[in-house]
């Protein structure tokens, strides 16, 4: 059992740790109770959620680290912590928000990526979202069982096949959604209630005054 512990905690962090093109990781789960029903999933689906939230976790410091502070200009980070102020007021919303986006399977590297670029406590995202993914990694493991032992290995000789071309240009999508959340004018919607991009200007002034 310990393998199995070191196994999906190994794979469940490196697949976190990929900032795009990586399988959703619920499907680890699903492929357990596919394949292996004798094992206890409730508990895998623990420390895969302890995995997940580490994964995450430093890839929201590395977004901090390399594209914060090294392409993105003083104006730029100024407009995104526009939105660091504003879930700092709302503490109890923000918690919610997450917890709620946790349970379900999307992605959620691009909203590590994102919340990254501020500059925020990560325990404020890391903690409802380690508790959603334990509970949506238990769904799936304990569904996934319940076929396994019913379907025997038809099912499970099946890998799980996720490059397809729908899947590539999503990814590309939610890629370039990172990209527009650099370029909205975070503190003119906030006050104004207004949209608008942020100047083109101020973008390129990493390559000019903020040099």
């Given at each position: 059992?310990?393998?199995?512990?070191?196994?999906?905690?190994?794979?469940?962090?490196?697949?976190?740790?990929?900032?795009?093109?990586?399988?959703?990781?619920?499907?680890?789960?699903?492929?357990?109770?596919?394949?292996?029903?004798?094992?206890?999933?409730?508990?895998?689906?623990?420390?895969?959620?302890?995995?997940?939230?580490?994964?995450?976790?430093?890839?929201?410091?590395?977004?901090?680290?390399?594209?914060?502070?090294?392409?993105?200009?003083?104006?730029?980070?100024?407009?995104?912590?526009?939105?660091?102020?504003?879930?700092e007021e709302r503490p109890k919303l923000t918690f919610s928000v997450f917890l709620i986006y946790a349970f379900g399977?999307?992605?959620?590297?691009?909203?590590?990526?994102?919340?990254?670029?501020?500059?925020?406590?990560?325990?404020?995202?890391?903690?409802?979202?380690?508790?959603?993914?334990?509970?949506?990694?238990?769904?799936?493991?304990?569904?996934?069982?319940?076929?396994?032992?019913?379907?025997?290995?038809?099912?499970?000789?099946?890998?799980?096949?996720?490059?397809?071309?729908?899947?590539?240009?999503?990814?590309?999508?939610?890629?370039?959604?990172?990209?527009?959340?650099?370029?909205?004018?975070?503190?003119?919607?906030?006050?104004?209630?207004?949209?608008?991009?942020?100047?083109?200007?101020?973008?390129?002034?990493?390559?000019?005054?903020?040099?």
């Amino acid at each position: 059992m310990w393998g199995a512990i070191l196994a999906v905690f190994l794979i469940v962090y490196l697949l976190n740790l990929i900032p795009a093109f990586a399988p959703p990781t619920w499907m680890v789960f699903s492929f357990i109770g596919l394949r292996h029903p004798e094992l206890n999933v409730t508990e895998l689906a623990v420390v895969g959620a302890v995995a997940a939230t580490l994964g995450r976790a430093t890839l929201a410091k590395l977004a901090r680290v390399i594209v914060r502070n090294r392409f993105l200009s003083r104006r730029s980070r100024e407009n995104i912590d526009s939105i660091k102020v504003r879930l700092e007021e709302r503490p109890k919303l923000t918690f919610s928000v997450f917890l709620i986006y946790a349970f379900g399977p999307l992605p959620s590297n691009y909203l590590f990526i994102a919340f990254g670029l501020t500059t925020m406590d990560l325990s404020r995202i890391a903690i409802p979202f380690f508790l959603g993914r334990a509970v949506s990694y238990s769904f799936w493991g304990v569904a996934s069982s319940f076929v396994g032992r019913r379907a025997g290995r038809f099912l499970a000789a099946h890998p799980f096949s996720y490059l397809s071309l729908y899947f590539v240009l999503t990814q590309f999508f939610l890629l370039y959604l990172v990209y527009l959340f650099t370029r909205v004018d975070w503190r003119y919607l906030l006050d104004e209630r207004k949209f608008r991009w942020l100047p083109r200007n101020a973008q390129n002034s990493a390559n000019g005054n903020d040099s």
